[in-house]
């Protein structure tokens, strides 16, 4: 729903040739440090523990945070249109997101339709992030419907993977008009 490149923060901090060395860097591993927020750590911990481990890319694993509404580039195009017509159509809509707590909040402050969400898990404030069973539990237990009537969507296979065998009908994501064909194949009102 909304398109994220965490190089866009971090180049706003030690610049973009520093940035791609940090991304790329064999002896770090962004996507993992950054899954423990996410999972519900806190940034300070985060931080913290690059500081010890990694002193050298201190500076630019602070620059993720300190510049975090730069790594939020826009909406996924058509996807604000998708949400307004389910919520239009009457269909319950519910969030599951891998962010953190503490930055979630960016999300809503930016990106209106989020607004149309009857609920959002936030794996940081939740504990739990896809593909973590549990995250899908939660969102389940939230909307009051079994995992079974819930079509997930996300743009990450092993994500996908993981919604679908817990049973819910899952679909990758790769665009808005392809979502728009597969929700209107399951008689959706988009």
């Known amino acids: 729903m909304i398109d994220w490149d965490p190089y866009a923060a971090i180049a706003a901090g030690v610049g973009p040739v520093e940035a791609r060395r940090f991304l790329d ?3 770090f591993d962004f996507m993992a440090w950054n899954h423990g927020p996410d999972s519900g ?13 990694h002193p050298h890319w201190v500076e630019h694993a602070l620059a993720y945070r300190a510049h975090f509404a730069d790594s939020l580039l826009g909406e996924v195009a058509g996807m604000g249109d998708v ?19 503490e930055l ?3 999300a809503p402050a930016r990106f209106d339709f989020l607004a ?7 794996s940081g404030e939740v504990s739990a992030a896809k593909p973590d069973p549990r995250a899908y539990e939660i969102v389940a ?18 994500n996908v993977d993981a919604a679908a065998g817990l049973g819910m009908d899952a679909i ?12 209107r194949r399951r008689g959706l009102p988009v």
């Open 116 to 122: 149309l969400f009857d609920d959002v898990v936030v």
């Open 41 to 53: 750590g806190s940034w300070g911990d985060a931080e913290d523990a690059v500081r010890r481990t």
């Open 141 to 158: 237990e939230r909307s009051g419907l079994p995992l079974e009537r819930l079509v997930f969507v996300d743009d990450r296979q092993a």
């Open 172 to 183: 990758v994501f790769t665009d808005a008009d392809t979502l728009r064909a597969e929700l």
């Open 83 to 101: 949400v307004r017509e389910l919520h239009a159509g009457g269909v319950p809509l519910l969030g599951l997101t891998n962010w953190s707590a």
């Open 104 to 106: 979630y909040p960016h």
């Open 25 to 27: 860097a064999a002896d």
